[in-house]
């Protein structure tokens, strides 16, 4: 059996390459576990200065957890969809409070789950096969992995516009946006790897050496009208101020919002909101973990896999927007998740 992380040692910097390119290496539970078990061993071990995360074959960074899967183990096995999460925001808390640096190579479908392990790193490498997404809302849940912390932190109410959109970026738009720290042209990232690994403390330098100027990012010519329609907290004062543009890139933004599940959208607005009062990162997981523990369990999620990504019919039927308040209530203590 192949294996879907590769945990290797290259002079100075530990690796995770992630091995599952037929599914352009979406997380399930054993990369979960495998990645975190590598990170515990290199915790602390002083020859490891530096971690690099890739991916292997493919057009894919990482397209996110394996929602398939757990939309499958929600049939009687409820327990087996929240040990997924439970486990990756588990990683993913490894990740952002890690004590040595990270280097994320998003060269590729980098959505969801793969925005979660990139992000806690501190340096992001984009490059001209980036595209990067949160499409969560598009199979009725919200952006997790600690997405509320992220997102809400850019500039004006880009958050708010990712979130309901499902916006696919490129990896200029992710440069200017500040989600990736770095552009390289894909054909350097091998010689990146190589000098990193053999002097870690030049990672910064090297990046930059290597660094060229993206093309222009097209996101930025829609910053104004974006800021101007998202502004609002309510779903409906966003689709109203859109439809009232009366412009094709509005038309098209809110007929992608209308394709969303409704609720999904009204608790992912509600998040962004949340999110930035959260005093900490473990704050954010043991919210984001309520709310998906919830969010699993409305009935739009197992219907948007069904209609996206395993009939791929295109048609989800969602339920009417539901009151956000009962998701947004913590778990008992008992159920609560908590970080390694």
Not at 114 to 125: K, N
Not at 170 to 180: I, M
């Amino acid at each position: 059996m192949t294996d879907t992380v590769l945990a290797e040692r290259d002079g100075s910097a530990g690796c995770l390459r992630l091995n599952r390119p037929k599914a352009l290496h979406s997380l399930d539970l054993s990369m979960v576990r495998q990645m975190t078990h590598a990170l515990l061993a290199w915790r602390d071990d002083p020859d490891i200065r530096i971690v690099l995360i890739d991916h292997a074959e493919g057009r894919g960074f990482c397209a996110g957890g394996d929602v398939v899967t757990i939309a499958k183990a929600l049939e009687g096995k409820e327990k087996a969809a929240r040990s997924f999460f439970y486990e990756e925001y588990r990683l993913n808390h490894l990740m952002y409070t890690f004590p040595k640096p990270g280097v994320a190579f998003m060269d590729g479908v980098t959505m969801g789950g793969g925005v979660g392990i990139a992000c806690p790193c501190r340096y992001r490498v984009a490059t001209e096969r980036t595209v990067f997404a949160m499409p969560e809302t598009a199979i009725g849940i919200f952006p997790d992995v600690g997405g509320g912390r992220y997102l809400s932190r850019l500039r004006g109410r880009v958050a708010q516009y990712l979130a309901l959109t499902s916006a696919r970026l490129t990896g200029a738009d992710c440069k200017a946006l500040r989600l990736a720290t770095h552009y390289l042209p894909s054909d350097a990232l091998a010689e990146a790897k190589r000098r990193i690994a053999a002097d870690p403390f030049r990672v910064e330098a090297i990046l930059d050496e290597l660094s060229v100027a993206p093309p222009e990012a097209e996101i930025m010519a829609h910053l104004a009208v974006i800021d101007r329609c998202f502004a609002s907290d309510d779903l409906v004062d966003i689709l109203a101020c859109l439809d009232a543009e009366g412009d094709d890139w509005a038309a098209k933004t809110a007929a992608s919002i209308r394709a969303k599940s409704p609720t999904a959208c009204a608790v992912s607005l509600r998040m962004l909101v949340e999110s930035p009062k959260q005093p900490h990162f473990v704050d954010e997981m043991r919210m984001e973990y309520a709310l998906m523990v919830r969010m699993i369990a409305f009935p739009d999620f197992a219907e948007g896999v069904r209609a996206l990504l395993i009939d791929k019919t295109g048609d989800p039927q969602w339920q009417p927007q539901a009151d956000t308040d009962p998701f947004f209530e913590p778990l008992s203590p008992i159920d609560a998740w908590s970080p390694l």
